[in-house]
C-alpha cells in the first residue's frame, strides 16, 4: 500500500545527459562566425536603401556616404502624390494573385496525372516539359510576343497573366511532391469507392500543404518582381505593373534617389512579409522533396 502522506513525483529530476544534451543544444556553433558576417553583408543593401529613402536628394549623392541629418518621411507621400503609385499596385496584385491560383490549380492537377497516370506517350510528354526548363526566356521572348499579339492582348493584364497562368517549373515541383506520397493511399480509397478526383481533391491535396505554399511563394515572387515581360508587352502607365512604374522614376540625365528608394522600399514590404510568415513552411517543404 502506497503511503498516503507522501507526494507523488510530479517533476521528473533531470539527468545529467540531459543538461549536456540542452547546454550542446544552445550552444553556438563555429558556423555562427562565419554566417554571422555573411548576413551583416547581404542586409547591406537593404539597410542602404531604407537610409537613402529617409534622405534628401543632396544626402543622397554626397561621397562619402553618410546618414541623414534628419528624416525625410514626406518621401513615401511624394511617391504616392507624384506618380500613379496605388494604380500600379493593385495592377501588380490583380496579376499576382490570378497566376497563383492558376498555378495552384493547374500546376497541381498536371503534376498528379504525370505521377500516377500512365498514359501513352506521358514520359515523352514529361521530358519535353522538362527541356523547357533549359530555354532562356530571352529565346522564347520575341514567339511569345507575337502569340500575345495574335490574342489581342498587347498593352493589356492578360499579356502578363496568360503566358504565366502554368508553369514548367511548377508542374515538376508537384509531381515530385505526389511521387513522394505512398500509393497506398489512393488504392484505398479507391476500394472504398472514391473516384480519381475525389481521391485528389479529398485526400492528396489536404496533405499538399507546404509543396502548395512553396509554388505560391516561388509563384508570387516571381510575377511581383517581373520587369522584362511587362517592360515588352505594356507600354501605356496605367497598366503598368510595379516594378516596371519605379523606372519612370529614372530619369535620362537624373534621378531622385530618395524618392525611387522609397517606392521600392514600399513595392517590397508585401515580399518580405509574405517570406517572413511562409519562410518555415518554404525550407521544409524543399527539404522534404529533395529538390536541390
Known sequence: MP????????VKPLRDDDLSQ????????????????????MLTPLVWMV????STPEESRQFPPALPTSIQWSNFADVWAGSPFGHW????????????ISNLVLCSTAGYAFARLRFRGSGIAFMLLLTTLMVPFQVVLIPTLLIVK?????????ALIVPNLVTAFGVFMMRQFFLALPPDLEE??????????????????????????????????????????PLVAIQSPEN?????GLSTFQGAHLTDWPLLMA???????????LFLLAQRVFVRSIASSGIK
Not at 495574335?150 to 492578360?158: P, R, T, V
Open 3 to 10: 503511503n498516503p502522506t507522501e507526494a507523488p513525483a510530479l
Open 22 to 41: 540542452a547546454a550542446h543544444r544552445h550552444r553556438p556553433s563555429p558556423w555562427h562566425f562565419l554566417l554571422l558576417p555573411l548576413s551583416l553583408i
Open 51 to 54: 537610409v537613402t529613402a529617409v
Open 89 to 100: 499596385l493593385v495592377n501588380t496584385a490583380i496579376v499576382s494573385g490570378v497566376v497563383l
Open 150 to 158: 495574335s490574342f489581342g492582348l498587347i498593352d493589356h493584364l492578360g
Open 188 to 229: 484505398a480509397a479507391r476500394i472504398d469507392g472514391a473516384s480519381r478526383l475525389g481521391v485528389f481533391m479529398k485526400i492528396l491535396l489536404p496533405l499538399m500543404g507546404p509543396p502548395l505554399a512553396t509554388l505560391a511563394i516561388l509563384t508570387f515572387l516571381s510575377i511581383w518582381n517581373d520587369f522584362l515581360w
Open 240 to 244: 503598368m505593373t510595379m516594378q516596371l
Open 263 to 273: 517606392a521600392t522600399l514600399m513595392s517590397q514590404l508585401p515580399v518580405i512579409v
